[in-house]
């Protein structure tokens, strides 16, 4: 890197070359990977929520409604979104540190016995805070990315809200190394580990105003790469775990090569800050240009240099984004303010359609475990259910994200249609789970995390694309507030009431009565069928509204909805030259 220097000189330049790299924006993505790749442990819910019921005595329903509580504060974003808009990224992430550890160490601290057993109400505070969490990390890592490349919008929502699908699987492997079998104790790994990893990289994590990189897609699809990797690597390995009774060493050994294989993408991060620093040392001519000239080969970037504490993430009116010309919408893909944006159709129609199709596929996601249960699967094979919904949660993911990205920009293929048939499948997964078929939990599972997955990333990127990214950060988490409404219709309202009949007819029919506090329990076919027979009848009227959308904006999606990105880059690029 450096010939015919001294050694001081060296070691300088070594120096330089590493807060080169640390301020650019593919660590920023290195970092953004990081930090979701252990944000998603709402999908490990369905692994200690039978130590919350038997630990504190709860019956389903009561079990369901905090899930509800779970699903309610892990979509209620709103509060992250505005607070993004008016502070810098790295108070966003300090809130979802503290919110993360206090949610969970409570609820770790109540059923180990630490603390007097609290009340319903405090465990739903108490896990909707923990859950809430994930939305401040969630706003902050995900909205600089997007705006940092927003015309790889879909691939860069699908890698980022994958790695999060992938959460899942990756901390179990990690609770299983470091606490074993102990089920409790994964809910204190999920206090401290979530809140660790963003305050690693909080400086790091930033809005980076630089001209648009001609190959940042050849960099996403190596990243790409990479996490199917880790997802190849993490199925294999849960087979091997239930084929094999594994000791506590062989899961460190599992979780080591997780580690290694999440730390691959900084080596393509320097690979790439390597080439651009080099054209830069080679093109320098004396002047402080702020940029350097963008090719196929030397990515664009800005200049290494960490952001100020005090930097503001926007210029924001609060007043005049949400009260100035609410009736009188822009034309699809420019910027709404956030009231233009949810009380538009469009809106209405996405979350009509996602309330349906999220909100189903998560009641069955939450209930996976009781519904293994009454159908009499061991419980390792359980935990191999729930390992196989956050695996294909994030092929769900990453699929739609690339996938709509190439039929868009190929085809002109419009995103809800793809959301379309997504919910369409959903549909059949819940009538499989409906009708137990034989060993058929395996394929529902994997269907069931495939859909969930994928309707989030389409249903996120859809909103940036409709609405513009200026207020994005709010209106992604407007866009969340399906999964816990349908949550609460699905889950709470039908899931939990019908198993709990179930249940008590059951205990009736042996001529036993239940005696307070005791816990419910259902067993066999019955438990869960009209639960889900209903939900594939909403979950199909859910993919007939998505139609709706797709015939609102067929006309918006074959038009070239990335053009003025490229137009603002071309006009940059040729100032800053």
């Known amino acids: 890197m450096a010939i015919g220097l001294n050694r001081n000189e060296y070691w300088r330049e070594i120096w330089s070359f590493v807060l080169h790299v640390v301020a650019s924006k593919w660590f920023m993505v290195f970092a953004s990977l990081l930090i979701m790749s252990v944000n998603g442990s709402g999908y490990m819910f369905g692994l200690y929520s039978n130590?919350?019921?038997?630990?504190?005595?709860?019956?389903?329903?009561?079990?369901?409604?905090?899930?509800?509580?779970?699903?309610?504060?892990?979509?209620?974003?709103?509060?992250a979104g505005l607070i993004n808009e008016v502070s810098p990224t790295w108070v966003v992430l300090s809130i979802g540190v503290v919110m993360n550890f206090f949610g969970y160490f409570m609820i770790w601290m109540s059923i180990t016995g630490r603390t007097v057993k609290p009340h319903v109400w405090q465990?739903?505070?108490?896990?909707?805070?923990?859950?809430?969490?994930?939305?401040?990390?969630?706003?902050?890592?995900?909205?600089?990315?997007?705006?940092?490349?927003?015309?790889?919008?879909?691939?860069?929502?699908?890698?980022l809200k994958g790695l999060i699908g992938l959460s899942g699987a990756i901390m179990t492997q990690f609770y299983h190394a470091i606490y074993g079998d102990d089920s409790k104790s994964l809910v204190l790994l999920i206090a401290w580990l979530p809140a660790v990893v963003p305050l690693t990289f909080i400086r790091t994590i930033r809005i980076m105003n630089?001209?648009?990189?001609?190959?940042?897609?050849?960099?996403?699809?190596?990243?790409?790469?990479?996490?199917?990797?880790?997802?190849?690597?993490?199925?294999?390995?849960?087979?091997?775990?239930?084929?094999?009774?594994?000791?506590?060493?062989?899961?460190?050994?599992s979780a080591t090569l997780v580690v290694i294989l999440l730390s691959l993408p900084l080596a393509v991060v320097v690979k790439e800050e390597l080439i651009s620093w080099k054209h830069r040392n080679q093109t320098l001519d004396g002047t402080n240009s702020e940029f350097t000239v963008d090719t196929e080969n030397t990515p664009t970037i800005l200049e290494p240099q960490l952001p100020?504490?005090?930097?503001?993430?926007?210029?924001?009116?609060?007043?005049?984004?949400?009260?100035?010309n609410i009736l009188k919408a822009p034309e699809r893909g420019e910027d709404y303010t956030i009231l233009q944006a949810a009380l538009s159709i469009d809106m209405l129609v996405l979350l009509i359609a996602t309330t349906?199709?999220?909100?189903?596929?998560?009641?069955?996601?939450?209930?996976?475990?009781?519904?293994?249960?009454?159908l009499g699967y061991p419980t390792h094979t359980i935990a191999t259910f729930i390992s196989l919904v956050s695996i294909w949660n994030y092929l769900g993911r990453v699929s739609a994200g690339f996938a709509s990205e190439i039929f868009l920009t190929k085809y002109k293929f419009p995103r809800p249609l793809l959301l379309t048939f997504v919910i369409l499948l959903s549909s059949v997964g819940?009538?499989?789970?409906?009708?137990?078929?034989?060993?058929?939990?395996?394929?529902?599972?994997?269907?069931?995390g495939f859909c969930y997955g994928a309707q989030l990333s389409l249903l996120f990127t859809i909103i940036s694309e409709i609405f513009g990214l200026k207020y994005y950060a709010t209106l992604?988490?407007?866009?969340?507030?399906?999964?816990?409404?349908?949550?609460?219709?699905?889950?709470?309202?039908?899931?939990?009431?019908?198993?709990?009949?179930?249940?008590?007819?059951?205990?009736?029919a042996r001529g036993l009565v239940r005696k307070a506090g005791q816990e419910l329990t259902c067993h066999g076919l019955k438990c869960f069928r009209n639960t889900f027979i209903t939900i594939a009848a909403f979950t199909f009227f859910g993919c007939l509204v998505s139609f709706i959308l797709v015939l609102r904006t067929t006309k918006f999606y074959r038009t070239g909805i990335y053009t003025k990105f490229r137009d603002e880059s071309t006009i940059s690029q040729t100032t800053s030259v």
Not at 61 to 77: A, E, M, R, V, Y
Not at 214 to 238: E, H, P, Q
Not at 356 to 374: H, K
Not at 479 to 506: C, M, R, T
């Open 356 to 374: 349906c199709g999220v909100g189903g596929a998560l009641a069955a996601i939450d209930n996976l475990g009781q519904i293994g249960s009454s």
């Open 476 to 508: 992604y988490n407007v866009g969340a507030l399906s999964s816990p409404l349908g949550s609460y219709i699905f889950n709470v309202k039908l899931a939990g009431h019908l198993y709990d009949k179930e249940a008590i007819q059951q205990m009736e």
């Open 308 to 324: 100020p504490n005090g930097a503001t993430a926007s210029s924001w009116k609060p007043l005049s984004c949400c009260m100035k």
């Open 123 to 159: 465990m739903c505070l108490y896990i909707c805070i923990g859950a809430n969490s994930q939305s401040f990390p969630n706003t902050g890592a995900l909205v600089p990315c997007v705006k940092n490349f927003p015309e790889s919008r879909g691939i860069v929502i699908g890698l």
């Open 430 to 448: 819940h009538l499989l789970i409906a009708f137990a078929v034989p060993n058929s939990l395996y394929l529902t599972s994997m269907i069931i």
């Open 210 to 253: 630089s001209l648009r990189q001609a190959n940042g897609l050849k960099v996403f699809i190596k990243f790409l790469y990479i996490s199917l990797g880790v997802a190849g690597s993490l199925m294999i390995i849960i087979i091997l775990q239930n084929q094999l009774s594994f000791t506590r060493i062989e899961y460190a050994g």
């Open 51 to 79: 130590d919350i019921k038997s630990s504190l005595g709860y019956d389903q329903s009561t079990l369901n409604l905090i899930s509800f509580f779970k699903d309610l504060g892990g979509n209620l974003g709103i509060l």
